[in-house]
């Protein structure tokens, strides 16, 4: 519980605010495109990796909410536990330090693609038959004229388009925390703190000065040796 409300401050809900507005943006724009991947999720998994999981998945299911209520994509609510899935998924992956390298990024995406794409096709094939009104209808055609049935179409189709949409949304929030100064970061709490190198046990460190007065009588002992 504790958890939960650390991760509703003011600034995590205007941050929110700004994620809702993010998804519903580029996912309106990649849908009137007829593209086949959504990018509907940056601004949930910006949100779970800076915030936490809580946030991530309210920001998700809120997104999609909001999309339906508005009208720009009726169909949205559906998949609106999903949306929220992916935003715990993100808090969980950027906690763990996955979104501090671009490689581990791109695998925290792929897995939860992967995990979009199964909870994903059941319902779009038993809630809409397969047709959900985005660019993704092109490829569920192409797999049921390829001879598949419509659950196996829609599970091909986001195998396919949902990996591939989830890698793309966070190397996209990657490079944003990367571009991100430290102080900001660390103003949400979620992202792991970069591990500072610690001197050798039993060593300890010299004042600047002291040091170079060490190595000018090391120095001097040195050629005084030499003379005699």
Known sequence: MNS???????????????GIAL????GTVV?????????????????GALVGPWAGAATGFLSNLVWTLTGLYPQAFAWA????????LAGVFARSGWLNSIG???????????????????IATYVFGGVVGAGTDALVAAFRAAGLDA????????????????????VIVWSLLLALPAREKARFGNLPVASTARAPQGAT????????????????????TRRK
């Open 31 to 47: 849908l009137r495109l007829g593209l086949p991947l959504y990018l509907d999720s940056i601004g949930t998994v910006l949100v």
């Open 151 to 170: 659950l196996m179409s829609n599970v091909a189709q986001g195998t396919f388009s949902d990996p591939l949409d989830k890698l793309v949304s966070f």
């Open 4 to 18: 939960f409300r650390k991760e509703f401050t003011t600034l995590s809900i205007t941050l929110i605010a700004v």
């Open 81 to 88: 536990g999903v949306a929220a899935i992916i935003g715990a």
């Open 104 to 122: 581990k990024a791109a695998l925290a995406g792929l897995i939860t693609g992967v995990v979009s794409a199964v909870l994903s096709a059941p």
């Open 205 to 224: 460190r010299r004042p600047a000065g002291k040091a170079a007065k060490s190595a000018a009588k090391k120095t001097a002992t040195k050629k005084a």
């Open 23 to 26: 998804n519903l943006a580029l």
